[in-house]
């Protein structure tokens, strides 16, 4: 599985932001999907997680409430839609796919794309 994040930017804090990773591949639905972010000088952390049918999903406290995953599995994508961002949000984020688990450790993940740079502004 190839993944390509886009759609990050520069925002305002308060603002919103949507994330879209596309995936490549016919197997794309076999995968449980992640969301991770890397702040500068800090270690990638969970954002986000959706099972396999997009039906359960898992989110760091950090941004539960204000961050929504979701996937369709027809267009092979999976998106992070982000409301009410906070500086501390700025960060690159990456997609991921796991075979196995819904999980949230980075180490389970099978697949990475390239990031995505968030920037929000106080």
């Known amino acids: 599985v190839q993944l390509q994040a886009s759609g990050g930017g520069l925002v305002q804090a308060g603002g919103s932001l949507r994330l879209s990773c596309a995936a490549s591949g016919r197997t794309f639905s076999s995968y449980y999907m992640n969301w991770f972010r890397q702040a500068p000088g800090k270690e990638r952390a969970f954002v986000a997680a959706?099972?396999?049918?997009?039906?359960?999903?898992s989110y760091a406290e950090s941004v539960k409430g204000r961050f929504t995953i979701s996937r369709d599995n027809a267009k092979n994508t999976v998106d992070l839609q982000m409301n009410s961002l906070k500086p501390e949000d700025t960060a690159v984020y990456y997609c991921a796919a796991n075979k196995e688990r819904l999980s949230i450790r980075s180490y389970d993940m099978d697949y990475w794309g390239k990031g995505t740079l968030v920037t929000v502004s106080s």
């Open positions: 959706v099972t396999r049918g997009g039906t359960s999903t």
